[in-house]
């Protein structure tokens, strides 16, 4: 969405927050019975909408009524329906047994008539399908076609009331479970999978208050709390292929994910006569984000050796040899402050404008680094001069402090033509700052800065790792013939590869729009749209100290005489951008018995 992706997307369900902080995109799940309704804001978004970059997406749930009903649906899809996928004609294969079951229902009704009503909606996915695996003749045995089983469970229940003939209180309690396969490839055996488990809970309370004449304030708290599990299958040594066969342990398992988080938010909205048009359509707001429980393990390649080989045989040289200290754990807790006004100026029956302030404030990101010897290296490095003009390694140089100074003004209008709405032109210029989610970010500085995760072997050679005796190093032969080589400090303190820059920045982009509407008839409308999105400060993992190419194979690292440990160590920054231009096209043509057509293009 504006040259973002569904990371980028602010997920709101009945005005609470759905975003998962650690990797983006969204999080629980709801019963397709329990939708009321939803609205997708792709672009020209308005002051009172935050974090997000690309669009918003938000939805409401039902709620009871005065009259008891409910609904059931079933859906059931198999093989004979799909096509052959990429991976079985590669594998050149027929098509795999495919069985997806998913059904649910609603039930709501009054508690008391015309006063408070419920509402219940549940929902489960059963899919059986199979994943076909080749090892391109590396590992025969392993070759076949395996299960790859998914679970998924939905639940949701609502109670309303209005409590006077101005105010309407409702909560909402909703439960996600499910279960699946991770990382299911056709180049990795079935013991380089992992099997992940989540589950998902939240409360949402929502108080609706007219307060005479055109206010309305909109009060919402809510809890949430989320878990992820991913274990391994072995602890078997990884080994990698250049072909993408992956053997062994899986580098991303076991690992575990939390969170726990508090929302409070208000939305005062008023209407004002006059004022130099024919009215304001007022709304300003707070929101706050608590989370003080952000917490995750990852143990990833500790189980034993990583190999990384340099041809397609089992025996054959090795590149890489690394291995991570295990028990890594870390909570990073997380306060984000946002607030906001907005002005809808209807300023002539054919002329409106909005405007409005928006400033969002995240911290947590500047984490404790300061006992970590990469940080201190490359902060020192900066702080003497030595990376002044140099890209990615002057971030060092900066001050530590959390990202601060998030203002986003936004202004838009739209213009009737001819006055009878057959034409109409629009516009609208913003900026919009996202959340930086801690995975692209801080995450593995946070693990490593909180004393679990750590490098404490690393050997790499592009042209092949050799033996003492100049032979080329290969699996199952002692590590001890290449421990000289280690560029880790055997002796420690043993720290990830991993180092955040002083200062992590939230992205954000200036958006810029222009579009036309036209009415061809009564049912037939014509969309053109051009966006143009610039992205700044996106976070980004660049290993930078690499070894410089001279012609008898690997040189000296860029910075060798820096005490670096690990030496090319992976640097989590905020320097990255983008920028996408792109032309939409739609006809919306409404069809008889409430059918709508609405066919799209998108050039880009």
């Known amino acids: 969405i504006n040259g973002g992706n569904g990371r980028n997307v602010n997920y709101q369900i009945d005005g609470g927050d759905n975003n998962d902080d650690t990797v983006g995109g969204l999080l629980q799940l709801f019963p397709l019975e329990a939708i009321q309704e939803f609205n997708f804001v792709t672009q020209r978004y308005k002051a009172e909408y935050g974090r997000s970059n690309g669009g918003v997406m938000n939805i409401v749930t039902k709620s009871g009524t005065n009259q008891m009903r ?8 198999d093989e004979s329906l799909n096509s052959k996928t990429m991976t079985e004609k590669v594998n050149n294969v027929g098509k795999q047994p495919y069985k997806r079951y998913q059904y649910g229902g609603s039930f709501g009704g009054p508690v008391v008539q015309n006063r408070a009503h419920f509402f219940v909606a549940a929902e489960r996915t059963q899919q059986d399908t199979q994943q076909a695996v080749t090892t391109l003749g590396l590992v025969p045995t392993q070759d076949g076609v395996y299960p790859t089983p998914n679970r998924e469970n939905l639940i949701t229940g609502k109670v309303s009331s209005n409590i006077t003939p101005n105010q309407l209180v409702a909560v909402r309690y909703g439960r996600n479970t499910n279960s699946q396969v991770y990382s299911a490839e056709p180049r990795r055996v079935p013991e380089n999978w992992g099997d992940s488990a989540n589950t998902f809970n939240s409360i949402n309370l929502n108080h609706n208050w007219v307060l005479g004449g055109s206010k309305l304030n909109e009060f919402i708290f809510q809890y949430a709390d989320f ?27 076991p690992q575990t994910t939390a969170h726990h988080r508090y929302q409070f938010r208000d939305d005062l909205s008023w209407r004002v006569t006059g004022k130099g048009g024919l009215g304001h359509d007022m709304k300003a707001g707070v929101n706050y984000i608590h989370e003080p429980k952000l917490y995750v393990t990852f143990s990833s390649g500790s189980s034993d050796y990583a190999y990384t080989h340099l041809t397609n045989d089992l025996n054959g040289p090795i590149s890489r040899v690394t291995r991570n200290k295990p028990g890594a754990s870390a909570n990073l807790p997380m306060d984000q402050y946002g607030f906001y006004i907005q002005d809808d100026w209807r300023a002539t029956s054919r002329l409106t404008i909005n405007a409005g302030l928006r400033y969002d404030l995240v911290t947590g990101f500047l984490i404790d680094q300061s006992a970590i010897p990469n940080y201190i290296a490359l902060t020192n490095a900066a702080a003497a001069g030595r990376f002044d003009g140099v890209p990615g390694f002057d971030e060092f140089g900066k001050k530590a402090q959390e990202d601060k100074n998030n203002w986003q003004p936004r202004v838009g209008g739209v ?10 032109v629009r516009a609208g210029w913003g900026v919009y700052y996202d ?15 909180q004393g679990g995760s750590g490098v404490v072997f690393d050997v790499n050679n592009t042209a092949g790792i050799k033996n003492p005796d100049g032979s080329f190093f290969t699996v199952g032969q002692p590590i001890s013939n290449i421990a000289p080589l280690n560029e880790v400090n055997p002796n420690g303190p043993f720290y990830s590869s991993n180092v955040a820059a002083p200062q992590i920045r939230q992205p954000y982009t200036q958006q810029s729009s222009v579009g036309w509407s036209h009415e061809f008839s009564n049912s037939t409308v014509l969309d053109i749209d051009y966006t143009h999105s610039v992205g700044k400060d996106l976070g980004v993992r660049w290993p930078l100290n690499t070894r410089l190419p001279v012609p008898a194979g690997n040189g000296p690292r860029r910075y060798a005489d820096l005490p670096l440990n690990p030496a090319n160590p992976t640097m989590n920054m905020s320097i990255g951008s983008s920028q996408y231009d792109a032309i939409n096209f739609g006809v919306g043509r409404r069809m008889t018995r409430g059918i709508q057509l609405l066919p799209c293009y998108t050039f880009f």
């Open 70 to 77: 409910g609904s059931w649906f079933t859906n059931f899809r």
């Open 227 to 253: 878990e992820n599990h991913i274990d391994g299958r072995t602890t078997a040594p990884q080994q990698g292929f250049p072909n993408g066969v992956t053997i062994g342990y899986n580098t991303n398992t």
């Open 415 to 424: 213009y009737d033509i001819r006055g009878d709405g057959r034409d109409v």
């Open 435 to 449: 959340y930086g989610f801690t995975n692209a970010n801080i995450l593995f500085p946070g693990l490593s800065a």
